[in-house]
């Protein structure tokens, strides 16, 4: 039995569900009669289903970041959270564009690129609130908020209460390593 079109280095056949049951059933025949033919049919069955796991890893990563990406993304946004920070900015430095940037890192980070720089500015807003004296103002512009005004919405959109009430509830204990994470 022959299968030109099924080799490992080509795609596989429409019906690969077909040629793999044929190749299997042929194998099981001949194992009795002609063991060298069934262990070529099992083996070039056995190349079909290994292109098709390679296949299927490839899709998997498809529309990711690479690991390389995902840490100069991220060390790009921690480092520049303090300024109007564009995802197209984010996109330049991983050398995408920025439609194919933000795809990709909703793939791979599960919220979109604004989401998440948005969640770190917050995370730093919480950090300084804890340990400066800084009034909510200066730590609005602190970590790239346009005024305290922009500040007190998305901390509150995100949080669910204000910041000066999530200060004054933390402030007791700035120690609490959950409370930054809260």
């Avoid at 060298?36 to 299927?56: I, N, Y």
């Avoid at 529309?63 to 990406?69: I, S, V």
């Avoid at 480092?79 to 890192?105: G, K």
């Amino acid at each position: 039995m022959t299968f030109p079109d099924a080799t490992p280095t080509s795609p596989l056949p429409r019906d690969r569900t077909l040629v793999l049951a044929r190749l299997v059933a042929d194998a099981s025949r001949a194992f009795d009669e002609d063991p060298d033919t069934a262990r070529d049919l099992v083996r070039r069955a056995s190349q079909l289903l290994e292109a098709e796991v390679q296949r299927l890893a490839r899709d998997q990563q498809t529309g990711r970041l690479a690991p390389w990406q995902v840490r100069a993304a991220t060390a790009f946004i921690d480092q520049n959270r303090d300024r109007n920070l564009q995802v197209r900015d984010v996109a330049a430095t991983v050398r995408l564009s920025p439609s194919y940037f933000s795809h990709a890192f909703k793939e791979s980070f599960g919220q979109s690129a604004k989401s998440y720089i948005i969640e770190r500015r917050i995370a730093r807003a919480k950090h300084l609130m804890l340990t400066t004296r800084d009034t909510l103002a200066q730590i609005a512009l602190a970590c790239g908020f346009s005024d305290q005004a922009h500040f007190c919405r998305t901390f509150g959109a995100g949080v669910g209460q204000t910041p000066s009430r999530w200060r004054r509830e933390h402030q007791e204990r700035p120690s609490d390593p959950a409370a930054l994470a809260a």
